[in-house]
Nanobody, 119 residues
């Protein structure tokens, strides 16, 4: 059984920063591609950022230049550094990943962490 647990969300003022973490635990061989999604109230879930196993990053246009995804495979952890936050970034942020276990490669989701940007 694999679990992805996000942390680091909270309330921040416009222009502020937050760093989200996602820790994978369980019978894990390795992490493959990892991603951050978000879902705002009344909107569909959208891909925010992704990072391949080799470290290649990709971002949604709306967060380019403000958000940075990174990974520490020794800790089975993925991060999302979010800077210059605006109210439009308010959403539940979900970690998603392709993870190798004893059962092969499967996709997993975390439970989400709330990010609220408001003055």
């Amino acid at each position: 059984q694999v679990q992805l647990v996000e942390s680091g969300g909270g309330l921040v003022q416009p222009g502020g920063s937050l760093r989200l973490s996602c820790v994978a635990s369980g019978r894990i061989f390795s992490l493959n591609a990892m991603r951050w999604y978000r879902q705002a109230p009344g909107k569909e879930r959208e891909l925010v950022a992704g990072i391949s196993r080799s470290g290649i990053e990709n971002y949604a246009d709306s967060v380019k230049g403000r958000f940075t995804i990174s990974r520490d495979d020794a800790k089975n952890t993925v991060y999302l550094q979010m800077n210059s936050l605006t109210p439009d970034d308010t959403a539940v942020y979900y970690c998603n990943g392709d993870i190798y276990t004893t059962r092969g490669l499967s996709n997993y989701w975390g439970q989400g962490t709330q990010v609220t940007v408001s003055s």
